[in-house]
């Protein structure tokens, strides 16, 4: 059926590729499918009715633009036989293979038949079809033979009542002897409907071919959705989770549940065929992939999977404690200066300032903190808030950096001022450039600091640099690696071979076979080929065998982009990936991901893109199916849980972490998998990071990051570049890159160790000549540090017991918990007595003897440790006195100051006199060596006092009838044995009995004038 012939006016309009392409937004492109009703009269052709070689049929148009030049009666859109095509042009391109077609065929021809000038344009439109049934959709079917060439894709475009052309379905690849079906939604109140072949912008490419065309009303199909949001959006627990969907009919309700939970509030889809609505996963839920499943009334059903991601911990414990850490995400912790330096964000920076490098500070994440003097001159401190420090600490500062250097003389310094006045230069910058840089500077705490304030001074004139800081830290850092240690787990990895097969056998597998011990595991982390052609796969393991690879025990392959290079499709390359490399029985995940516990000791884990089209080398380069990332999440947290580190292995990069990640290519590796990959991968500082891809060299700054994903947290996972074994490339201009010349190629060893993780970088010369390029060491998780409280015992006592120490003698002391090498004075209390002083270990201890002064008062006293002039730990001791002596009376006892009589053997009182009755033995020497002095009247039948007191260390003995005090045993208080105890209860009796007897004869001389009594300083507290 041929409807009336077209105005002329209207056979002469032209419609410009331009136009055409700014339609791209218009109808639903839906799969056709055969009408379940009874369908209208059809619009048909087979182009035999066409009257000539330019001429349509009745009632078809075509437009042509710029066809000038092109071989006569094949210009644009023309009609022909096969036989004639192939005669005028050849068999080549598979132009005779179009079966499907009969007769006479609308062509397009663009090989070998070009316009004088330029691009040439033509649409081939059809007659109209008249809408009676109000069905609201057409389908257009038609015989297709199609081969794309360099030209933009050409598009099946359909015009309703006259209006603008919208395009239906774009064909950019190859379709060869085709039956097409496309069915497309029309308005209910449309009254005709033309459709369109739109052959564009092409010079020189290959060519187009239809025939038997049938156009038709069609009952609705149910519609596709568009995910117009994220393809895998990342949701938090609790947080709400945009969603935008598309290709729905105006008006259609759309209907959806999250895990089986219905979501509500979705509006209706607007004019423009979209409805938007927010997804709530839970507070509280675990983190994993749901699955928001999406229908509704004529809508074909689609999934949506939402990975949820727990909101990143903070720094997580380490063989490397963090002390202080700050990302300059708020202002709470620094003083900023009123100009000067200013809290921004790199975008920012790059936005005001231009680029010139600066967008090459891969490092920074969230907010940084800049000072820039490229458009005024710049003289300003940036000061931290005080940070609370330990005397004698060893520490190191640890920053971000980006010092840039341009005309005018500038300088940059870090400062650490502490309280106790003492400025220290850390480190200061003028001349050199220091781009992405981690700068680690080691300080030492003044003795008496309790806290520091650093300041971060640039001074530049005007048209001069700029520097940039971020995620400031102190930490404990880890000590040097001995030079015989040995690792408990070693791996070889290589990556980035790509046909250089010669340097792989020659020079890096026999370096790494060098080292020692040997690694029992190798990881070629990808592009092991250039094409990944099965020639290619066999090159590279014959110089891989040959050069030793075959003597690992463990051999481990992952997949890059090069191996999905070229046009065979993701299923026969990656099939081609596992045969060759044996990779299926290894990692117990089919191969493209997996696991392996290096040497028993250290997890390896590898990821695998799951498909790539090859689209002219760019990215994005990742497809991570749910089913890894779970796996992969599931993994993270064991090993997590067992406080191990986890070594990672991926071929492709992340955007703005190692050198070269800032460059466009570079960018985006990871696609619709990049927000969940990253959320993931902030909680898990445990985690050490290998990426290849940029081969960028492992001299540059940011060889080797750490890697904030998420900006707030403390801690993130390290990200080291493996550099390659083919050509080595660095920065070139702002965005570029450049081979650098001569450089020999790139392995790296992994090994692990009691304290820390170690990367290091070899350049492998003539017979694997190993020449270390750079190392990292990444500290390992540990146990929560343990605060150092400085702590003094007495060794041997028991826990609660009283330590006894006689005036004079001496005690063991022993002391933890100090700083490393620390210088302490110990002393005796209440009213300070120095008695010594005590230095400590590496590990902050010491162990001596001190002695107790011998005019030290008895009683209750402490010995402490004083730090900068404060006691900081402390032991109580009791310290005892020895008897110096016997007096008479019957009244014996202690009296301060006062004065006593006592019987045969009495103890004097502290500071007190004695006076002995009658036949008082002589007391002579009754002073005690300890300090204390004192004499004693003797009576004539009185027991001998001589020698009554003892010195520190030295003994002393009594006769039955002496009550003098005996020693201790050398430097302590002598202990008091059951038997001691009756032994002293019979000898006070017979003193009391005595005591008596003698104070009835004092009494008596007394009255007749003939006592005596004697001063005295004898006793003991």
């Known amino acids: 059926m041929h409807p009336s012939a077209p105005s002329a006016s209207r056979r002469r309009s032209g419609l410009a590729a331009g136009a055409l392409l700014a339609l791209m937004s218009g109808l639903v492109v839906v799969p056709a499918a055969a009408p379940a009703f009874a369908a209208p009269a059809h619009l048909t052709e087979t182009f035999e009715t066409a009257s000539s070689a330019q001429t349509p049929p009745a009632g078809w148009l075509v437009d042509r633009v710029n066809t000038t030049g092109m071989r006569a009666g094949w210009e644009g859109w023309t009609f022909h036989t096969t036989a004639e095509v192939t005669k005028e042009f050849g068999n080549t391109g598979d132009r005779g293979s179009f079966g499907k077609a009969s007769g006479m065929v609308a062509v397009v021809q663009s090989d070998s038949n070009r316009p004088t000038t330029g691009n040439f344009d033509s649409t081939l439109w059809s007659a109209p079809l008249t809408i009676a049934d109000r069905t609201g959709a057409v389908t257009v079917k038609f015989d297709s033979h199609y081969k794309q060439g360099q030209n933009p894709p050409s598009q099946l475009l359909a015009r309703i009542d006259g209006g603008a052309p919208v395009v239906v379905k774009s064909y950019g690849a190859n379709g060869l002897n085709t039956s097409e079906s496309v069915t497309f939604d029309v308005p209910k109140s449309a009254t005709k409907v033309e459709v369109g072949w739109a052959y564009l912008q092409s010079s020189n490419n290959w060519f187009w071919m239809i025939d038997n065309v049938d156009i038709a009303e069609a009952a609705p199909k149910a519609v596709d959705l568009k995910i117009l949001s994220a393809a895998k959006p990342l949701a938090v627990p609790g947080a709400p989770l945009a969603v935008r969907v598309g290709g729905l009919r105006e008006g259609q309700q759309l209907v959806a549940d999250l895990a089986g939970t219905p979501v509500t509030g979705i509006p209706k889809a607007g004019a423009d065929g979209t409805a938007s609505f927010d997804v709530t996963v839970p507070a509280g839920s675990a983190a994993g992939v749901r699955i928001l499943a999406l229908s509704g009334d004529g809508i074909t059903p689609a999934k949506l999977p939402v990975t949820v991601v727990a909101k990143a911990a903070g720094a997580a414990n380490s063989t490397e404690p963090q002390r202080w850490f700050d990302g300059i995400e708020s202002t709470e912790r620094w003083q900023f200066p009123a100009s000067g330096w200013e809290q921004t964000t790199l975008a920012q920076v790059v936005d005001t300032f231009g680029v010139d490098r600066r967008q090459a500070f891969t490092r920074a994440s969230g907010r940084i903190a800049v000072a820039d003097a490229s458009k005024a001159a710049v003289e300003s401190v940036l000061k931290t808030k005080p940070i609370g420090v330990t005397s004698r600490d060893a520490l190191e500062l640890r920053f971000d950096s980006h010092y840039r250097k341009r005309g005018g003389a500038q300088r940059a310094a870090v400062t650490a001022v502490f309280d106790t006045g003492q400025r220290v230069v850390l480190n200061e910058w003028t001349t050199k450039d220091q781009e992405s840089a981690q700068s680690r500077l080691p300080f030492t705490v003044p003795a008496g600091a309790q806290s520091m304030t650093l300041e971060f001074g640039f001074t530049a004139d005007a048209g001069a640099g700029s520097w940039m800081i971020d995620d400031v830290a102190i930490v404990k850092p880890l000590a040097a690696l001995a030079a015989e240690a040995q690792p408990v787990a070693a791996v070889d990895v290589i990556s980035d071979i790509q046909g250089a097969t010669a340097r792989l056998r020659d020079q890096t597998l026999p370096g790494l076979r060098s080292l020692t011990p040997r690694a029992d595991t190798i990881v070629a982390n990808g592009d092991l080929t250039s094409n990944g052609t099965a020639t290619q796969y066999d090159d590279y393991f014959a110089a891989f065998n040959a050069g030793g690879g075959k003597d690992y025990a463990t051999r481990i392959s992952t997949i890059g982009n090069h191996e999905y290079y070229g046009s065979d499709g993701v299923p026969a390359y990656v099939k081609r990936f596992l045969d060759k490399t044996s990779m299926r029985e290894v990692g117990g995940q089919g191969g493209l991901w997996g696991e392996h516990l290096v040497d028993g000791q250290l997890p390896l884990i590898w990821l695998g893109s799951e498909g790539h089209v090859y689209h002219g080398g760019g990215g994005p380069f990742v497809d991570l199916s749910d089913q890894q990332f779970t796996w ?390």
Request: aromatic letters at 6%.
């Open 632 to 1021: 992969l999440s599931e993994r993270f947290a064991y090993w997590k849980s067992q406080g191990k580190p986890v070594l990672l292995m991926t071929h492709h990069v992340f955007n703005n972490s190692v050198s070269g990640t800032y460059a466009k290519f570079y960018q985006g590796d990871y696609g619709a998998d990049t927000e969940r990959i990253e959320a993931l991968l902030a909680q898990y500082s445990n985690v050490t990071v290998l990426t290849s891809h940029t081969h960028w060299s492992p001299e540059l700054n940011d060889w080797s990051v750490e890697q904030r994903f998420d900006p707030s947290t403390a801690a993130g996972p390290t990200i080291v570049n493996t550099a390659a074994v083919t050509t080595q490339y660095g920065p070139s201009g702002d965005w570029n890159e450049t081979a650098v010349g001569g450089a020999d190629p790139i392995g790296l060893r992994v090994g692990l160790y009691k304290d820390r993780l170690r990367v290091t970088a070899y350049y492998f010369g003539a017979g694997g000549a190993a020449r270390e390029a750079k190392h990292i060491d990444v500290a390992l998780p540990a146990e929560a540090e343990q605060p150092t409280v400085p702590k003094l015992t007495v060794p041997g006592s028991d826990a609660g017991s009283p330590i006894s120490v006689e005036a004079g003698g001496s005690v063991g002391i022993a002391g933890s918990g100090f700083a490393p090498d620390e210088q302490l004075a110990l002393e005796l209390h209440s009213a300070p007595v120095a008695i010594g002083t005590a230095t400590a270990d590496e590990h902050g201890a010491f162990s001596q003897r001190v002695t107790v002064p011998a005019d030290a008062p008895a009683g209750a006293h402490t010995i402490v440790a004083v730090r900068d002039g404060e006691t900081v730990a402390e032991v109580p001791i009791t310290v005892t006195r020895a008897d110096t002596g016997a007096d008479a009376g019957a009244d014996a006892g202690a009296g301060a100051k006062g004065n006593a009589s006592a019987g045969a053997g009495a103890n004097s009182g502290a500071n007190g006199n004695a006076s002995a009755g009658a036949g008082t033995g002589a007391g002579a020497n009754g002073s005690s060596d300890a300090g204390s002095t004192g004499t004693a009247d003797a009576g004539a039948a009185g027991a001998d006092g001589a020698n009554a007191g003892s010195s520190a260390g030295g003994s002393a003995s009594a006769a039955a009838e002496s009550t003098g005090a005996a020693s201790g045993e050398t430097g302590g208080s002598l202990p008091v044995t059951g038997g001691q105890n009756l032994a002293l209860f019979g000898i006070a009796a017979v003193v009391l009995l005595g005591a008596g007897a003698v104070l009835l004869i004092l009494r008596r001389r007394r009255a007749n004038g003939t006592g005596a009594e004697a001063p005295g300083e004898v006793g003991a507290e």
